[in-house]
């Protein structure tokens, strides 16, 4: 079975700085996707940026970007330029092109001080 | 509705009573999925549901649990017989297909305590 890993409960930030988030996975797979959801107070999971497994370029969206390091299965989040409302809990998430369900870290809480 | 949509937001039941969690996915979207999350947890996957499959049960944590989803769309996570360890927000979630984007769209979950 996949798992995701997510070695920093928490993490903080000043506001305009840089924050990388990080994520492992262990799979025997080829063909997969990778994620990174954002989750406020709200409750509402919200998809910040996506990775296909066969992509070598990493993904960026505006100020999210990811290191994508397949043979090392890494998959970190770089937050450019925090923001205040980009605190909230990240989670990092696996999904085999071949498997039902996706699995997700523990989630990483980010504080971002003004 | 343009987006997932859960009910209700809130539950609070007493030990040993049953609940219904109702989600109701972005039409179109064949596959539906339900999480738990306990309080400053990850999510922890429940069961799967892909049109007309058998879905995929085997995060149920008990035979307390169970799920369906009727025409395809709606679907109802029941709990029976609840205890003070089910208390936790129960998300859904819905996609297109496993193939497409792989994205999930979730909803905005159901809180239930058990008192």
């Known amino acids: 079975a996949q798992t995701v890993t997510q070695s920093q409960p928490e993490m903080s930030v000043q506001e305009a700085e840089t924050v990388t988030l990080s994520c492992t996975y262990d799979?025997?797979?080829?063909?997969?996707?990778l994620f990174w959801y954002k989750q406020p107070p709200s409750r509402q999971m919200i998809l910040v940026i996506r990775?296909?497994?066969?992509?070598?370029q990493n993904a960026t969206e505006n100020r999210f970007s990811v290191n994508f390091q397949k043979a090392a299965k890494s998959f970190s989040l770089k937050i450019s330029d925090s923001q205040l409302g980009d605190a909230a809990m990240y989670f990092c998430?696996?999904?085999?092109?071949?498997?039902?369900?996706?699995?997700f870290g523990a989630g990483t809480r980010l504080t971002v001080k003004p | 509705g343009a987006g997932v949509s859960q009910s209700p937001s809130n539950k609070v039941t007493e030990k040993g009573k049953d609940v219904e969690l109702r989600c109701d996915p972005i039409?179109?979207?064949?596959?539906l999925y339900w999480y738990r999350q306990s309080l400053g947890q990850g999510l922890e996957f429940l069961i799967y549901?892909?049109?007309?499959?058998?879905?995929?049960k085997s995060g149920l944590p008990s035979d307390r649990f169970s799920a369906e989803r009727t025409g395809g769309s709606v679907s109802t996570l029941t709990i029976q017989r609840t205890q003070q360890e089910d208390s936790a927000v129960y998300l859904c979630?819905?996609?297109?297909?496993?193939?497409?984007?792989?994205?999930?769209?979730f909803g905005e979950g159901s809180r239930l305590t058990v008192l």
């Open positions: 979630a819905s996609s297109l297909d496993r193939v497409n984007t792989g994205e999930l769209f």
């Open positions: 799979t025997s797979e080829s063909d997969y996707y």
């Open positions: 990775q296909e497994a066969y992509k070598q």
């Open positions: 998430a696996y999904r085999s092109a071949g498997n039902n369900d996706m699995r």
């Open positions: 039409s179109g979207h064949t596959a």
């Open positions: 549901f892909q049109g007309n499959s058998a879905p995929d």
